[in-house]
């Protein structure tokens, strides 16, 4: 149950980098470098500079977040989200947030670990051409999901542990890689036997 828990809370890491920037960050926090912010459902939120993280981990039921000068804990039942803040200096009205929260967002797959089959959900914020490749732990391609031209919106596609020639690949660690126009991004997961 626990495993299921800190799943649940990495696939709710998303990065909404306006919205928190304009709502939440406090002036006392600097916006020209990366941040992490943690929102608990009370409507408490902590926000840490990534340059003064030295551990993030999960112990049984909690967060830990640690710092040089020690470390602070939160219970997993009250976190909502965990954001992660990049250049925000920029953000001055909520329509310049509103803006900045169309982006693609490439979401952990479900299930992780799986087995047979798992599927990787993704959001575009414009049409464009669309590339989505599963990878060995050594960088070599195993199979392509998606190669062709996809609308703005979300997009979901099943992945059946196979590779480009249906063969299945053996239980192990495998890494899905999306590029569209302007970004590329990846994430890791666990095929089972």
Known sequence: MRGESAARLLCL????????AWLVLPSAVSAEEPLLAIRMAGGEDA?????GI?????????????????ADSYALASIIRIEFVWDVSGIQTPEDAAGLLKAM???QNRPNPFAPATRICFELAEVGRVELGIYSVDGRLIRTLVDEERL???HEVTWDGCDAEGKKMPGGVYFYKLTAPGIAESRRMILLQ
């Open 13 to 20: 890491m998303l990065v909404s980098v306006a919205l928190l």
């Open 47 to 51: 926000i840490y500079a990534v340059s």
């Open 54 to 70: 030295d551990q993030v981990a999960f112990e049984g039921d909690s967060l830990l977040v640690h710092q040089a000068d020690g």
């Open 105 to 107: 967002r490439l979401f």
């Open 152 to 154: 703005a919106g979300g």
